[in-house]
T-cell receptor, first 114, second 113 residues
Framework: DTAVSQTPKYLVTQMGNDKSIKCEQN?????MYWYKQDSKKFLKIMFS???????INETVPNRFSPKSPDKAHLNLHINSLELGDSAVYFC?????????????FGNGTRLTVT | GENVEQHPSTLSVQEGDSAVIKCTYS??????FPWYKQELGKGPQLIID?????GEKKDQRIAVTLNKTAKHFSLHITETQPEDSAVYFC????????????FGTGTRLTIIP
């Protein structure tokens, strides 16, 4: 069973479109994240939710809107896609109540904006 | 905020030799330092971690050392094997605030058979 699963794995779309990426974890974790990995492999945190509540919101354009319907799901909606949004987006989760508990990552969604 | 620097960005070693990757951090409040391995087409996976109350930790062929005074930590892989080829990331986080994990810029390790 995949612990953290993201869909779709690949997403190719045109500039100006709106798209969503879904994430689900079956680990019983209460903290979930979205990370962006650019072409140079740099991993940067975008958002974090704890029990459906937003706790980290980095300087991300407001075209990106995360939504957590329950603590096992964290989706990412992106409006008006731009070329610079092309990257691999990783969902991750961890047990929020335990300091230093490891992050469990999904296998990523490769977004290509043309 | 925290800033983590990682060196080298690429590293090639002969199979069987050792590999060392080094990281420095800026926030003296950071007290948790994990290392992640990312294989092609996959998400990063934790391979070892260390907390600030420990100077060294070992797990089979991999070990991590931490120097709190100098604010740097290192990953050591001995007896390297082809399956060790991957991108490795160091990271740091603090127990204060929202425990945000800040990653280094990654090291692409290639094991030469």
């Amino acid at each position: 069973d995949t612990a953290v699963s993201q869909t779709p794995k690949y997403l190719v779309t045109q500039m100006g479109n709106d798209k969503s990426i879904k994430c689900e974890q079956n680990l019983g974790h209460d903290t979930m994240y979205w990370y962006k990995q650019d072409s140079k492999k740099f991993l940067k945190i975008m958002f974090s939710y704890n029990n459906k509540e937003l706790i980290i919101n980095e300087t991300v354009p407001n075209r990106f809107s995360p939504k957590s319907p329950d603590k096992a799901h964290l989706n990412l909606h992106i409006n008006s896609l731009e070329l610079g949004d092309s990257a691999v987006y990783f969902c991750a989760s961890r047990s929020g109540g335990l300091f230093g508990s490891p992050l469990h990552f999904g296998n990523g969604t490769r977004l290509t904006v043309t | 905020g925290e800033n983590v620097e990682q060196h080298p960005s690429t590293l090639s070693v002969q199979e069987g030799d050792s590999a060392v990757i080094k990281c420095t951090y800026s926030d003296s409040a950071s007290n948790y330092f994990p290392w992640y391995k990312q294989e092609l087409g996959k998400g990063p996976q934790l391979i070892i971690d260390i907390r600030s109350n420990v100077g060294e930790k070992k797990d089979q062929r991999i070990a991590v050392t931490l120097n709190k005074t100098a604010k740097h930590f290192s990953l050591h892989i001995t007896e390297t094997q082809p399956e060790d080829s991957a991108v490795y990331f160091c990271a740091a986080s603090s127990r204060t605030g929202n425990e945000k994990l800040t990653f280094g810029t990654g090291t692409r390790l290639t094991i030469i058979p």
